[in-house]
């Protein structure tokens, strides 16, 4: 028998994508996933690997370098909505991936509904609400189902976003353990099954409590480019920003130097320079960073941040209009 594995990010869209993997394509799967916020895997988990005879890679672009050493012992599968170049001798299922258009495949959850000609459910709309949050709806195709599946099954739109919330909460925590057991208890795709989750709802208490005291600080805004520096052992920094970008629409850089200890997370949001060129900038220098339009994310050694901030606020500024 086939032994395969299911590798996935830790976020919501992460957790139903693999949710649905395990339930409609690769029954008898294990699923596993990194979640140290950063996507690359070390040596002790490359040669774990070996043992696996189908490796599955869903919604975490992991370097070129990993799929490389992966390919020598396994077959690879890739299911993704993240920028990332075709590879070949792998299976590649990620429409971005093929130049399709970014508002089409919003999250994996949808691509993986598409490519195996899933029913809209549960599952793909967390994933949905997940990486989208209020702009979920901004694609009137697809959002046209999920409200006819909202009717027929008769759940609210706040109860989806609270019930999103929930499963987002468990990798903001750093409950690793709680990431992996839920796409096998999410495959009921019952609202129920989520919200009587003790261990879930007290993570869930924990970020929003946190998110709250972090939010309720005064802006420190810099020539129209709003600066947030974050003390927080919660991974909540791409949150913060994404909450403070689209609630002033001004770019923001945002940097938490509680997550890791010697390490800085850097996120930052744009909608006029391109952060996707900054990002290959980083890369090229060997560290981690990633991205889609208008986001990058970065984690840095501490003796690098603080030249990168300066470089970055001083892009952002400079761009804007007089
Ligand atoms: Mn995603």
């Known amino acids: 028998m086939c032994r395969g594995l299911i590798i996935h990010h830790w976020d919501a869209d992460g957790i139903s994508s693999a949710a649905l993997l395990l339930k409609h394509v690769?029954?008898?799967?294990?699923?596993?996933?990194?979640?140290?916020?950063?996507?690359?895997?070390?040596?002790?988990?490359?040669?774990?690997?070996?043992?696996?005879?189908?490796?599955?890679?869903?919604d975490m672009a992991i370097p070129k370098?990993?799929?490389?050493?992966?390919?020598?012992?396994?077959?690879v599968t890739i299911i993704d909505h993240h920028i990332q170049k075709p590879i070949q001798n792998i299976e590649f299922i990620n429409p971005i991936g093929r130049g399709k258009n970014v508002i089409d495949y919003p999250c994996t959850s949808w691509v993986i509904k598409e490519h195996f000609d899933l029913p809209v459910s549960l599952l793909v709309i967390i994933g949905l609400i997940g990486d989208r949050l209020h702009k979920a709806?901004?694609?009137?195709?697809?959002?046209?189902?999920?409200?006819?599946?909202?009717?027929?099954?008769?759940?609210?739109?706040?109860?989806?976003?609270?019930?999103?919330r929930i499963v987002d909460s468990l990798h903001k925590i750093g409950d690793i353990e709680a990431v992996i057991e839920a796409p096998k208890?999410?495959?009921?795709?019952?609202?129920?099954?989520?919200?009587?989750?003790?261990?879930?709802?007290?993570?869930?208490?924990?970020?929003?409590?946190?998110?709250?005291?972090?939010?309720?600080?005064?802006?420190?805004?810099?020539?129209?480019?709003?600066?947030?520096?974050?003390?927080?052992?919660?991974?909540?920094?791409?949150?913060?920003?994404?909450?403070?970008?689209?609630?002033?629409?001004?770019?923001?850089?945002?940097?938490?130097?509680?997550?890791?200890?010697?390490?800085?997370?850097?996120?930052?949001r744009s909608t006029r320079i391109d952060l996707l060129s900054i990002m290959l900038m980083l890369q090229s220098e060997g560290y981690f960073a990633t991205g889609k339009q208008g986001v990058l994310g970065t984690v840095l050694p501490i003796s690098k941040s603080n030249q990168f901030i300066d470089y970055l606020m001083q892009r952002l500024c400079a761009h804007i209009d007089p």
């Open 26 to 58: 690769y029954p008898e799967y294990e699923n596993w996933t990194p979640n140290r916020g950063i996507r690359r895997l070390d040596q002790d988990h490359i040669e774990w690997l070996v043992d696996f005879d189908h490796v599955v890679i869903t």
């Open 65 to 75: 370098e990993n799929i490389d050493s992966i390919l020598e012992s396994s077959e």
């Open 137 to 164: 709806d901004e694609n009137p195709l697809i959002w046209s189902q999920i409200e006819k599946n909202l009717e027929n099954e008769g759940t609210r739109k706040d109860e989806l976003y609270f019930l999103t």
């Open 185 to 268: 208890v999410l495959q009921d795709e019952s609202p129920e099954t989520i919200k009587k989750n003790m261990r879930w709802r007290k993570a869930y208490n924990l970020v929003e409590s946190e998110l709250e005291r972090i939010l309720s600080e005064s802006l420190e805004i810099r020539n129209e480019v709003i600066y947030k520096e974050l003390d927080t052992k919660l991974n909540i920094v791409s949150e913060v920003a994404k909450k403070l970008s689209w609630s002033t629409s001004k770019d923001i850089v945002a940097v938490n130097r509680g997550y890791f200890t010697d390490r800085v997370q850097i996120y930052s």
